[in-house]
């Protein structure tokens, strides 16, 4: 699981600037089914910053456990930036993270269309800040993908700990 891996992957490099800031990450995963958390947890040392996972694979899943608005799913769909947006500041908020992230997408082989394609994928990044400062904030970016699954969940999971890395600098 290290195809789309840099060296040192993204895995082992984002621990250092979360344990320095004393800052937190949990993760709401949709397609890429726990593989986030995973990369994670595979770092010795990662309890220091890592809350949870949380895989919603459902449109349940999510209204339940992260507060997506049943508006949003039916209106934009699973895949779309305001679920994604929504999954980040939910998991951040419901595990009281510092910061939230989310992804939702297409892993293929099938389910594709042409506006959204297999490999497509919203990724979000909220950021929980102290409150009163009215500084919190959460950014979602799309992506497209190729390859077979499990190429592309990797690629998903990976793009979204570097997000995460970007809006830590």
């Not at 004393?22 to 089914?33: K, P, R, W, Y």
């Not at 339940?64 to 779309?80: I, K, P, T």
């Amino acid at each position: 699981m290290r195809e789309h891996a840099d060296d040192p992957p993204i895995e082992e490099r984002i621990g250092n600037p979360l344990r320095e800031a004393d800052q937190t990450v949990a993760v709401a995963e949709s397609c890429t089914g726990g593989l986030i958390g995973s990369l994670l947890t595979d770092v010795a040392g990662s309890s220091d910053y890592f809350d949870r996972s949380l895989v919603t694979y459902s449109y349940d899943a999510k209204r339940q456990h992260l507060g997506v608005s049943r508006e949003s799913l039916d209106e934009s769909g699973a895949v779309s930036e305001p679920v994604a947006r929504q999954m980040a500041r939910g998991v951040r908020d419901v595990a009281d993270a510092t910061w939230g992230v989310a992804t939702t997408g297409i892993a293929g082989p099938t389910g594709g269309t042409d506006e959204k394609p297999v490999g497509t994928v919203f990724v979000g990044v909220a950021y929980a800040a102290d409150w009163g400062t009215q500084e919190s904030f959460a950014t979602v970016s799309r992506y497209e993908f190729d390859g077979d699954r499990r190429a592309i969940k990797e690629q998903i999971a990976r793009r979204a700990l570097e997000d995460l890395r970007a809006e830590l600098r």
